[in-house]
């Protein structure tokens, strides 16, 4: 199988809650992360669907790592796991 990743993942569990006006808010841990996007495993069964732009925030023990939620657009979705990439602002 060829790699066609551009960026190098980083294996790593960082607690992300991600919103949608649809679905309100999810919430999961990162599998991995690379420059590029997110691996993120959910609580839930719930999954946004492929093509889904969604506000991200990535959480340590205490606070936010971004003050800002970011944008990403969801790539994959594999039962409870969902592919996210990085996007420019909206």
Not at 9 to 20: K, M
Not at 25 to 48: C, K, N, W
Not at 55 to 80: L, Y
Request: net charge positive; charged share 25%.
């Amino acid at each position: 199988m060829d790699e066609r990743r551009k960026f190098e993942r980083t294996p790593t569990s960082i607690r992300v809650e991600i919103r949608h006006p649809a679905f309100g808010t999810i919430v999961g841990h990162t599998r991995d992360i690379s420059d590029g996007g997110a691996q993120v495993t959910m609580e839930s069964q719930l999954t946004p669907p492929v093509g889904t732009i969604v506000d991200v925030q990535f959480k340590k023990v205490v606070g936010p790592i971004n003050q800002e939620p970011v944008a990403m657009k969801v790539m994959h979705c594999s039962k409870n796991t969902v592919g996210l990439m990085f996007i420019g602002s909206r």
